[in-house]
C-alpha cells in the first residue's frame, strides 16, 4: 500500500553491521521488499530502505541503513551510526571468523551509537545448516553475556527475517513510548 497521506508517529533508524558477504543487503531486501537477488552487486550504493507499519496504533517508519559496501574498506563512518535507535549485528553462521569480528563491531557500535540503542545479533545463512560453523549456543551465550536480542535467519529461504526485524522495532517503541 502507499504511503501517501499516511501520517507517521515515529521514523525509527536501524543500521546493518557486520563483515562484507555476511547477508545484510540481502536481508534488508527481504524485509522491505520481500526480494532476495542472487547478484547482490546490483544494490550496492543504496544507502537505507524504510517500511511503513502499524504498531501498537501507532504508524512507524522503519528507516533501514545497509552499509552498501563501506566495511569492506572498514570506513563505517560515525554518520552511519548518528541518531540510529537499533542495530543489527549481521553473521554467516557459515562463516566462523564473521561470528568472531562480532566483538569488534559491537565496540565499534557503542562507541559511536545512543547508549540506548537496540541490539540484536543475527546469525543469517541458517539454510545452509549443513555448512554451520558457528553453533546457537555460541551465538546465544555471547548474546545473553552482552545484553542483545539474538535470532537465526535465511534472507534466502525468508526464515525469521520479519520476525527479526518486527521484534527489534517493537522493542524500540516500547523504550521510546
Ligand atoms: P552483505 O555484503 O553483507 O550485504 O551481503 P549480501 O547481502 O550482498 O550477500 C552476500 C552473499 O550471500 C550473496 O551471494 C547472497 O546471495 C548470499 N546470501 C545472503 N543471504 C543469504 C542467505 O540467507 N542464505 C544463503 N544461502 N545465501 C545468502
Not at 2 to 10: R, S, T
Not at 45 to 62: I, P
Not at 77 to 91: C, E, F, Q
Request: net charge neutral; glycine share 6%.
Amino acid at each position: 500500500y502507499g504511503d501517501y497521506n499516511q501520517k507517521i508517529d515515529y521514523v525509527f533508524k536501524v543500521v546493518l553491521i557486520g563483515d562484507s558477504a555476511v547477508g545484510k543487503t540481502q536481508l534488508l531486501a527481504r524485509f522491505a521488499r520481500n526480494e532476495f537477488s542472487v547478484d547482490s552487486k546490483a544494490t550496492i550504493g543504496v544507502e537505507f530502505q524504510t517500511k511503513t507499519l502499524v504498531l501498537d496504533q501507532k504508524t512507524v517508519k522503519a528507516q533501514i541503513w545497509d552499509t552498501a559496501g563501506q566495511e569492506r574498506y572498514r570506513a563505517v563512518t560515525s554518520a552511519y551510526y548518528r541518531g540510529a535507535v537499533g542495530a543489527m549485528l549481521v553473521y554467516d553462521m557459515t562463516k566462523r571468523q564473521s561470528f568472531d569480528h562480532m566483538a569488534r563491531w559491537l565496540e565499534e557500535l557503542r562507541g559511536h551509537a545512543d547508549k540506548n540503542i537496540v541490539i540484536m545479533l543475527i546469525g543469517n545463512k541458517c539454510d545452509l545448516g549443513s555448512l554451520r560453523a558457528v553453533p546457537t549456543e555460541d551465538a546465544q551465550e555471547f548474546a545473553q553475556r552482552e545484553n542483545l536480542f539474538f535470532m537465526e535467519t535465511s534472507a534466502l529461504e525468508a526464515t525469521n527475517v520479519e520476525t527479526a526485524f518486527l521484534m527489534i522495532l517493537r522493542e524500540i517503541y516500547r523504550i521510546m513510548s
